[in-house]
């Protein structure tokens, strides 16, 4: 059986070169500038540099965050209660609604951030508004699916066995029910900030060309102007903050269990 | 308990409508006489029309099938073949392949575009077609690994032994006795890889070339001005998706609701 290691060989070779390396050449090219004739190119901070010394990139930066958290914490707040409520429902009638709920994700998500368009041209709300409904749209459907998944996975005998030991509804739910469904809250939190993060073709179709967001600062470098140094810089500054806010995430989600 | 079941109801009716609406609204407004996205002027038929003449949009559902099509055979082979290998490797071989997969996983689609934007042109590998099928299979193995290899960690390996013992070559084995246990996980990976391919933009606006168009990119370069075919468009895609998903999760649950019915009668 020791014969089938030699499967993975040519998977390395490929991960290597189409997976990581991409990662490494944008940041050679985030630690880089174009140089003149002689040197071609210039191994520099500058775009670092460039980025936090200008107030406007900062700004961005902290209009994604914002977007991002606001459409995660609406998403659980959207998302728990309708997880909560389809995971008490018959089975049957639970695995209908589980498919009610994946359908429209299975749509191209241009098409139905396009879809919203038209619905929103008929309200006269604030630009940022819409790309917030088109954002919670298109994100609640991962956080409902993965609160539902933690909660259809719990003992249901955990529930009554918390009554009869003196629980009311309320002191049942906080004390098993949430707790238990914890993961199900971290993985959905995953699935909504990250993308959430970096998006770009919401805000762009949504809120029209006024609500820019790093997604589209990072659009911009490399498809209009073509400055592909500065352009990786933002993405690396980007990566390097989703990183940070998900090791504190994972890091709330192991104290709460540790607990 | 009971009293709140109303509410519950009608809380959940809301969230389906939320999502629905849109949905409901672009289906709507295909149909419409005028080019309005706000006024639904009469019935008309124009924009279905508009669309099947418009060959970049006929092209771009076909380069979408196509690749997703393309994409999700190639990944699912080479997602199973390492699946299996790395079900035998060392734990370390595992761990690296594990975290590697991770980076497309976890990095934002945007970051992956790029990072392969740069690779090809440093290469000067001229994007099109194929820079967009090789992107595709390339985020989609990572998922296809995922899926199977909890399958293969259930697996028996005294099984495969086993088999070998009573006369099958290594590949036999692999064949009628590996496979058949995982295939459910490749079946999953095969369907998560193509919604993935159909689904994607980020990794499609960045890797493709001039003149080859997906849905996604093509709606997004069409969305500047109005054009009410993109409602024909989404019509017919939600219509497909559909139409699949009933059949692949309703009919399921009809024959083993007969097979129910039979056994009680």
Same mark, same amino acid.
């Given at each position: ?259 | ?132 099928? @090789?992107?595709? $299979? /390339? ?5 296809? &690994? %995922?899926?199977?290899?909890?399958? =293969?960690?259930? +697996? ?76 024909? @468009?989404?019509? $017919? /895609? ?5 139409? &699949? %998903?009933?059949?692949?999760?309703? =009919?399921?649950? +009809? ?11």
């Amino acid at each position: 059986m020791k014969s089938f290691r030699r499967l993975v060989y040519p998977y390395l070779i490929w991960a290597g070169v189409l997976i990581v390396l991409p990662m490494l050449i944008i940041v050679f090219y985030a630690f880089s500038t174009e140089g003149n004739d002689v040197i071609p190119v210039k191994i520099t901070l500058e775009n670092f540099v460039r980025f936090f010394s200008d107030t406007i990139f900062i700004e961005v930066l902290g209009r994604s965050l914002k977007l991002a958290v606001i459409t995660t914490i609406v998403c659980i707040l959207l998302g728990y209660p309708a997880a909560y409520f389809i995971s008490q429902l018959k089975p049957d009638s639970q695995s209908v609604m589980v498919l009610i709920v994946t359908l429209p994700q299975l749509i191209n998500m241009l098409v139905r951030t396009y879809a919203w368009r038209g619905i929103l041209l008929n309200i006269d709300i604030a630009p940022e508004l819409k790309v917030y409904i088109g954002m919670v749209y298109n994100f609640l459907p991962y956080m409902i699916l993965q609160i539902y998944t933690s909660l259809s996975k719990m003992d249901p005998s955990l529930v009554p066995a918390a009554h009869d030991l003196g629980c009311d509804d309320r002191m049942a739910f906080l004390k098993v029910t949430l707790p238990l469904s914890v993961p199900g809250i971290i993985s959905g939190i995953t699935l909504v900030f990250l993308p959430a993060v970096s998006s770009f073709f919401i805000p762009k179709l949504l809120g029209g060309g006024s609500y820019v967001l790093v997604g589209n600062l990072i659009e911009n470098y490399f498809v209009t102007t073509g400055d592909w140094n500065f352009g990786s810089a933002i993405s690396l500054i980007m990566t390097i903050v989703i990183l940070i806010s998900m090791y504190f995430t994972k890091k709330f989600d192991y104290d709460q269990e540790a607990a | 308990m009971k009293k709140y079941g109303f509410l519950k109801k009608s809380y959940l009716a809301l969230i389906i409508g939320f999502f629905y609406l849109p949905i409901i609204y672009v289906v709507v407004f295909s149909f419409n006489a005028s080019r309005s996205l706000t006024s639904f002027t009469g019935f008309s038929l124009q924009w279905y029309e508009k669309m099947f003449a418009s060959r970049p949009m006929m092209e771009s559902i076909y380069y979408t099938v196509i690749i997703a099509v393309i994409a999700t055979a190639v990944s699912t082979v080479a997602g199973t073949i390492v699946a299996i290998g790395l079900s035998k490797s060392h734990r370390i071989i595992r761990q690296v392949v594990t975290q590697v997969n991770n980076l497309p996983m976890l990095n934002p689609d945007i970051v992956t575009a790029i990072g392969l934007m740069l690779f090809f042109s440093t290469l000067n590998i001229p994007t099109g077609f194929g820079t967009l099928l @090789l992107a595709h $299979i /390339i985020f989609c193995i990572p998922y296809v &690994i %995922l899926s199977i290899m909890p399958k =293969l960690r259930q +697996l028996d390996d005294n099984l495969a032994e086993a088999a070998m013992d009573l006369g099958c070559t290594p590949l036999q084995a692999l064949w009628k006795v590996i496979i058949p246990q995982i295939r459910e996980g490749i079946v999953s990976g095969a369907l998560v890889a193509f919604t993935m391919s159909f689904d994607d933009f980020v990794i499609s606006y960045f890797t493709t070339g001039p003149g080859i168009n997906n849905i996604s990119t093509y709606v997004y370069a069409t969305t500047k001005r109005i054009n009410p075919s993109v409602n024909a @468009l989404s019509t $017919i /895609i939600v219509i497909a998706i559909t139409t &699949i %998903l009933i059949f692949a999760n309703v =009919l399921p649950m +009809l024959r083993e609701r007969r097979k129910r019915n039979e056994k009680t009668a």
